[in-house]
């Protein structure tokens, strides 16, 4: 049976509608597409550049503060490292090494003149509970 001219105008028709409504889908998958794209690598620069200032921010630190004689901030942050994954509690200084198990060692000369020094000094604070006048 041979097809009527409508529906072979309505059959035209419809392959017209679905190749437009492919070509805005594509143009708009294309779109998300690179909206992602900006977003992720505008995230990515924005988490490279963080992560490289605070890791210039504690070498700096290591460096200044907690290496020792000749060491490197690698050997010191190593050095660091190794000493937090000893549990607390558990860590072998020469002080605590003599020590029985369950009994604190005692706080060594500096640690104890800085808690004698933070006593002695008056409580620093602000607003009304510090007798703030107005």
């Known amino acids: ?29 294309d779109g998300y597409k690179k909206m992602e794209e900006g977003v992720v690598g505008g995230f990515t620069k924005m988490e490279e550049g963080i992560v490289d200032g605070f890791t210039k921010l504690t070498d700096k630190f290591v460096d200044a503060f907690l290496t020792r004689d000749g060491e490197t901030v690698e050997e010191a942050k190593r050095r660091l490292a190794q000493a937090q994954a000893v549990p607390s509690g558990a860590a072998q200084t020469p002080e605590s090494a003599a020590q029985p198990a369950g009994e604190a060692a005692p706080p060594t000369e500096d640690v104890a003149q800085l808690a004698e020094d933070t006593a002695q000094q008056p409580a ?9 006048e107005r």
């Open 124 to 132: 620093q604070g602000g607003g009304q509970d510090a007798g703030d």
């Open 1 to 29: 049976m041979a097809k009527s001219k409508l529906v072979a105008a309505n059959e035209k028709i419809a392959e017209h509608v679905v190749h437009g409504y492919q070509k805005i889908e594509q143009g708009v998958v």
